[in-house]
């Protein structure tokens, strides 16, 4: 049986793939599709299915199509590419942080009972092993179940999302802090650090520890925070 | 059938004008009326036309408005503004003077 509304939906997934298609080129160019289709479907020697098939031959070639898109939306291209780029040195980052910080349990466990330093540094390194395997996991489950379509409502959100205004909002956002962080752990030391006494020294590496393991777990709350609040505003039109 | 280059030439002032006349109009609205208009002898790739009316709206002869169309889909309507409508007049100039050049080498043989 012919549904328009699974076949639409097929449609708007082969043309998500190109980057060239904002998300308002994509619903311009399906009410025409729908348009057309209508029209088809008014000729009693057409079935829907043979309509349907005229109109996504008349609207033209995807690839031919995006080409010419690509020429308009080059900026709003490159700016999103720019942002996927800083999104994911933010994720690998927060991802380095994240395995620190949980491996650093396992290595003080092992310094409070053993002297040696290599029993130390291994478990360590044991225990980033089996956190990133985790990673990777959760990571390979995402892409499968996007491949199987399992995802595709989520994964349609998720590119809905990167096409709306506030994206640029949101990456400032979520890199502020991480800079801050950064900046502070780093130029901190070098200035105070000479002049401090043995145990002021401990006092302040104490307190940079529990610092920066505080940001770590605050920082991708504040991401997830900031990707609700935005999500209660209407996305521009990518159903 | 008119050839390709001539096609594309002449996108600009066909859009100019079709909005020229009807105030408002859409993407499909568009193509059938210079399908109907030429007689077929103007094949727009249908797809092909938004990225013009883009190029358009970017260089600020069209503004363009989303709104709940009859069918009760959202529909994204063009129409012409103050700048387009100069740029209408300055092509119509220049069109007009090949079109006079022309009938004035053809005129005698041709008509």
Not at chain 1, 119 to 146: D, E, F, K, P, Q
Request: with cysteine.
């Amino acid at each position: 049986m012919f549904s328009l509304e699974e076949e639409i939906s097929i449609w708007r997934r082969t043309i998500n793939e190109h980057e060239a298609f904002t998300s308002d080129d994509i619903a311009e160019l399906e009410d025409h599709l729908r348009a057309e289709f209508d029209i088809l479907t008014s000729a009693p020697s057409l079935t829907e299915a043979e309509a349907f098939w005229i109109a996504c031959r008349r609207i033209g070639s995807l690839p031919e199509l995006a080409l010419e898109f690509n020429k308009v939306n080059r900026k709003s291209i490159w700016i999103g590419r720019f942002q996927w780029m800083l999104l994911g040195y933010l994720f690998v980052s927060l991802l380095l942080k994240g395995v620190h910080v949980l491996s650093l349990p396992a290595a003080s466990l092992a310094a409070t009972f053993s002297e040696s330093g290599l029993v130390t540094s291994a478990l360590y390194t044991l225990s980033s092993v089996i956190l990133w395997g985790c990673v990777a996991y959760g990571l390979y489950l995402v892409v499968m179940r996007n491949k199987s379509g399992m995802m595709q409502a989520s994964y349609q959100r998720s590119i809905a999302f990167v096409h709306t205004k506030h994206k640029a909002i949101i990456i400032i956002l979520a890199l502020l802090p991480f800079i801050l962080v950064e900046l502070i752990s780093r130029v901190a030391p070098i200035i105070f650090v000479r002049s401090l006494s043995m145990m002021e020294f401990g006092q302040f590496s104490y307190g940079m520890a529990l610092y920066q393991l505080g940001l770590s777990a605050l920082l991708p709350l504040g991401l997830l925070i900031t990707v609700f609040w935005l999500n209660q505003y209407p996305l521009p039109l990518k159903r | 059938m008119l050839n390709k280059e001539l096609v594309a030439a002449s996108s600009k002032p066909l859009i100019l004008s079709i909005l020229a006349q009807q105030g408002e109009s859409y993407g499909y609205e568009i193509i059938q009326q210079v399908r109907t208009l030429s007689e077929g002898q103007i094949e727009w790739s249908d797809g092909m036309l938004y990225p013009v009316l883009h190029r358009l709206e970017k260089e600020g002869l069209l503004s363009s408005e989303w709104k709940t169309s009859e069918t009760g889909r959202r529909r994204k309507y063009y129409r012409l503004n103050q700048q387009g409508e100069l740029r209408l007049k300055d092509e119509k100039q220049q069109w007009n003077t090949v079109h006079n050049t022309l009938s004035k080498l053809w005129g005698t043989s041709y008509v």
